[in-house]
């Protein structure tokens, strides 16, 4: 415990696991808790739902709209919100499948401070469906739609990086592009001063 701050500070994965197991009960997440990165926060979140009984969603993100840095993060249980109904004006009607989605609320929701630690600032215990215990899964048995999705997240946030990158290098090359432009333009005016003085010289003549 941080006795300026009152955070809780969780410093490595395996010290977690080390207090989880001497005190015999699930380490719970709870407001103001630290993580070094978003990936430990991640890390902690997803440990904590395999031993309570359900599997871990990486959900929505916040970025600044500055540098496109994620700011928060939001760990849900893959059982939130409720799959989109199918219409019939929109085609025939495929066969059902089963839904993973029963609007569950349970969720841990991670922020970034101005020392660089993620905090968590909310937290949502209740689940709205029984929680199944299943030997520890991994996340490797998450559901190919959970996994999809993981997927799609890694890439966009590397599209985002490679977006940025490509914005800055466009700005500098404008930049030079402005640079040369008024080069030119200087120089064209000399010239044209030059030829200026140069026919008033051979009118006197």
């Given at each position: 415990?941080?006795?300026?701050s009152g955070a809780i500070t969780v410093d490595s994965f ?192």
């Amino acid at each position: 415990m941080d006795s300026h701050s009152g955070a809780i500070t969780v410093d490595s994965f395996a010290e977690r696991e080390y207090i989880a197991s001497e005190e015999n009960s699930v380490q719970e997440p709870c407001i103001g808790m630290e993580f070094d990165s978003e990936d430990a926060a991640k890390e902690f979140y997803d440990e904590y739902a395999r031993r309570l009984g359900f599997i871990m969603r990486i959900d929505q993100c916040r970025r600044s709209e500055v540098d496109k840095r994620i700011l928060s993060r939001r760990l849900s249980c893959n059982k939130q919100g409720y799959n989109a109904k199918l219409r019939q004006q929109y085609g025939p009607v495929k066969k059902p499948r089963g839904s993973s989605r029963e609007g569950c609320k349970a969720m841990m929701l991670v922020k970034v401070d101005k020392a660089g630690k993620w905090v968590v600032s909310r937290f949502v215990k209740e689940h709205t469906h029984p929680l199944v215990v299943s030997g520890r899964p991994s996340r490797n048995q998450m559901d190919h739609k959970d996994r999809r999705i993981q997927v799609l997240t890694l890439e966009l946030e590397h599209q985002d990086k490679l977006c940025a990158l490509y914005r800055e290098q466009l700005i500098t090359l404008l930049k030079n592009v402005e640079e040369q432009t008024e080069l030119l333009s200087s120089k064209i005016q000399e010239v044209v001063g030059n030829v200026r003085e140069f026919e008033t010289e051979v009118q006197k003549s």
